[in-house]
């Protein structure tokens, strides 16, 4: 077998291309395969196929494709330019290469394979990338899935805040509840971050919406209030994010009161914090009896506490009017508590109640998507060496898009 017919069948390339000469050029390492097509006159248009007039050739283009037996392999070739009467002169569909890539599809859909398991950094290494070229890769296979999307029913959205690096770069993600994928992902946690997501989807998928839910968080409920119907029946503040307030204002009453036991000798409360933010379903028997005793104490921590799963008691009730008159009594409880951080829960969850009694039509929160969250901290674990916000922002969506993003002329 002669080495272009070797390197056509290993390339796949068919009529009317061939490979016209192999070089091996050792001392570098490399294989570069010269491509020739067949003396033709038309060629179809590469976005209506109709037959076209040949306009011209390009100049010598390279792709990187898969390397073999080690040799750095690069393609090399003069595609020619069509010029439809409707679409003008573009350059022909490649069998081996996206039109904008510096890549044969294979060698891309390698890479694409690679990044779903390893890092960037790994990736760029064993395929002997730079930098910006996986980002390229990234960005083009994004692009691709981005445009491939159909415009399904989305009925539960979540909308939510990452943490961009430690500090306080956010990012908002708006995600598929049902199909548990992000569709969105955009700087800040602005209303206008969100605001973004609306233009995105069609009028169609924007009525699909039933259930959206969030944190207790303005900028997010007027976008939502001013591009959903009805948005007010289908915000749903997340159940968690309200555990964690009240988690919270438990451990304000227990640092105080801590202290002032403390200072009368009083250790009881000393290495409980964690304590009182378990659930104790998830206690030990001996660690069980031991919380026990407190809680059932005349502690203001223990008040507090009760308080807090009587409140998140709301939860289990089925159907409205019990969970309101539930909710009416806690309140009531709560802020004659004398139990500053209570009171101050309790008029914030009265204030956003209407908002948090739709968990009981809807069903919906924010973590539903474990899997999901699993995967964003996996990508901003291997974020370490991301130069910019815009490559983690590509990162998301490669890895959490549940996107379509193999290059088309493997497919
Ligand atoms: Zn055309």
Request: hydrophobic share 35%.
């Amino acid at each position: 077998m002669q080495d272009s017919e070797l390197y056509g069948r290993i390339l796949g390339i068919t009529a009317p291309w061939r490979v016209a000469r192999v070089e091996l050029q050792l001392k570098q390492g490399e294989v570069h395969v010269y491509l020739a097509h067949e003396d033709k006159q038309e060629w179809p248009c590469p976005e209506c196929g109709a037959s076209c007039a040949v306009y011209d050739r390009q100049a010598e283009r390279q792709w990187r494709h898969l390397d073999t037996c080690q040799y750095r392999t690069i393609v090399h070739a003069q595609p020619p330019r069509s010029q439809c009467r409707e679409h003008g002169v573009r350059v022909v569909k490649l069998s081996w290469a996206e039109s904008n890539s510096r890549f044969t599809a294979l060698m891309e859909g390698l890479a694409i394979a690679w990044l779903k398991h390893a890092s960037q950094k790994a990736v760029a290494e064993q395929l002997h990338l730079s930098w910006d070229e996986v980002h390229g890769i990234m960005e083009r296979a994004v692009e691709r899935g981005l445009a491939r999307r159909q415009a399904e029913e989305i009925p539960q959205l979540g909308v939510d805040e990452k943490a961009f690096r430690k500090g306080h770069k956010y990012l908002t993600l708006v995600n598929d509840l049902r199909r548990n994928r992000v569709l969105y992902v955009a700087e800040g946690r602005e209303q206008s971050s969100l605001d973004g997501f609306w233009g995105t989807i069609t009028e169609a998928q924007r009525d699909s919406i039933e259930a959206v839910a969030m944190d207790m968080w303005d900028p997010y409920v007027d976008s939502v209030r001013e591009h959903v119907r009805e948005a007010d029946k289908k915000i749903v503040f997340d159940k968690f994010h309200i555990a964690q307030h009240l988690g919270e204002a438990v451990d304000r009453v227990r640092r105080r009161e801590h202290k002032e036991l403390k200072a009368e000798g009083d250790e009881r409360l000393t290495g409980t914090k964690y304590d009182w933010l378990r659930n104790p379903a998830s206690m030990d028997g001996e660690q069980r009896r031991e919380f026990a005793s407190l809680r059932q104490s005349e502690l203001k921590t223990a008040r507090a506490w009760a308080l807090k799963e009587t409140g998140m008691a709301l939860y289990n009730y089925v159907y409205e009017k019990p969970a309101r008159k539930h909710f009416q009594w806690w309140y009531n409880w709560a802020v004659r508590s004398r139990l500053e951080a209570m009171k101050e829960k309790a008029r914030m969850l009265k204030r956003r109640f209407e908002n948090i009694i739709t968990y009981l039509r809807h069903q919906i929160t924010n973590a539903a998507s474990e899997s999901l969250n699993a995967k964003i901290q996996w990508v901003k674990y291997t974020a370490r060496g991301f130069r910019n916000k815009q490559n983690f922002i590509h990162a998301i969506y490669f890895h959490c898009g549940g996107l379509d993003l193999a290059p088309s002329p493997t497919k």
